[in-house]
């Protein structure tokens, strides 16, 4: 299995932007993570999926963030409009349930100017 | 919410040394998981043990949940093992699915 892939690898945007970032979990995997980092708040979820459904997206920042999972195969995390305070490293993880090991992405690094 | 102690925050050693990492949690936990991230930022899982012992070459880790400790032991160290290692722990009448990360120990190899 290739593992979590994402995309893009890095996004330089300016302000005001909409930012899409892309993920493909694993195969099989029934769950999908949503995971922020950054040198304040260090590592935190923003928003997870099981089966497709959102089941917890109280991480989520603000109204600006939405995050889709057409599929079980497909997720994006959007940011309309984005704001330098947005830039992180953004990171997509899944899993085949919440008490088993997660498997992370490579993450995308985005920052907004 | 629980919260993830880990220590020390930094850590130097001359390659070949052992080093043992902490993990303190404040509740019940059903899923703690150790990660190394590497210096390009890459988040491995190395372990999945929310009771017990693993061993994967190098490296073992330990959970005492009753105690609410995990303890990581990296022996023979290499240059390669630089980076940050973080704790992440789920409590068990928490929120499922949201793993809480601790804010890690950076880990220095030296040649």
């Known amino acids: 299995d290739a593992g979590v892939i994402q995309s893009p690898r890095h996004e330089v945007t300016e302000m005001g932007q909409e930012v899409t970032l892309r993920c493909k979990p694993i195969s099989g995997h029934d769950y999908l993570f949503w995971y922020r980092q950054t040198m304040m708040r260090g590592l935190e979820l923003l928003i997870y999926f099981n089966n497709n459904v959102p089941i917890d997206d109280s991480g989520m920042p603000e109204d600006r963030f939405s995050a889709k999972m057409p599929n079980a195969s497909f997720s994006t995390l959007k940011i309309q409009p984005s704001e330098p305070r947005d830039s992180a490293v953004y990171f997509c993880a899944s899993s085949p349930g919440v008490t088993y090991g997660y498997t992370f992405g490579s993450g995308t690094r985005l920052t907004v100017v | 919410g629980i919260q993830v102690e880990q220590s020390p925050p930094d850590l130097i050693l001359q390659e070949g040394a052992n080093s043992t990492l902490r993990c303190n949690f404040s509740d019940s936990v059903n899923n703690l998981q150790w990660f190394h991230q590497n210096p390009w930022g890459q988040l491995i899982n190395l372990f999945y043990i929310p009771s017990g012992t693993k061993q994967n070459g190098r490296l073992s880790a330990t959970t005492v949940a009753t105690e609410r400790y995990s303890l990581l032991y990296i022996s023979s160290s290499q240059t390669t093992d630089s980076g940050v290692y973080f704790c992440?722990?789920?409590?068990?009448?928490?929120?499922?699915?949201?793993?809480?990360f601790g804010k890690g120990t950076k880990l220095s190899v030296k040649p």
């Open positions: 992440a722990v789920m409590n068990y009448g928490g929120s499922q699915g949201n793993l809480i």
